[in-house]
Nanobody, 121 residues
Framework: QVQLVESGGGLVQAGGSLRLSCAAS????????MNWYRQAPGKQRELVAG???????NYADSVKGRFTISRDNAKNTVYLQMNSLTPEDTAVYYC???????????????WGQGTQVTVSS
């Protein structure tokens, strides 16, 4: 089994910062991409940021210059540093990993349970 566990969400005032973490554990052979998605009430889930195993990153236009994604491959952990938060960033943030399972060596996608980020004005 593979688990993705997010942490670091919470309530913050506009202009503030939060750092999300997502640790992958279990039957992991290797991890390719690790991404952060978010879903606001009444909206579709959207990609916020992604990072490859080699460290290449991509961001949604709405967060460029404010959010930074990083990963620690030794810990199978991905981070999302969020600065200059606005109420529009309020959403449930989900971690995603594209990884090879060590039990069957198949490539699969896995999701975390989500962590709530609320930005007050």
């Amino acid at each position: 089994q593979v688990q993705l566990v997010e942490s670091g969400g919470g309530l913050v005032q506009a202009g503030g910062s939060l750092r999300l973490s997502c640790a992958a554990s279990g039957s992991i052979f290797s991890i390719n991409a690790m991404n952060w998605y978010r879903q606001a009430p009444g909206k579709q889930r959207e990609l916020v940021a992604g990072i490859t195993a080699g460290g290449s990153t991509n961001y949604a236009d709405s967060v460029k210059g404010r959010f930074t994604i990083s990963r620690d491959n030794a810990k199978n952990t991905v981070y999302l540093q969020m600065n200059s938060l606005t109420p529009e960033d309020t959403a449930v943030y989900y971690c995603f990993a594209d990884l090879v399972n060590s039990r069957n060596f198949l490539l699969n996608n896995y999701w975390g349970q989500g962590t709530q980020v609320t930005v007050s004005s």
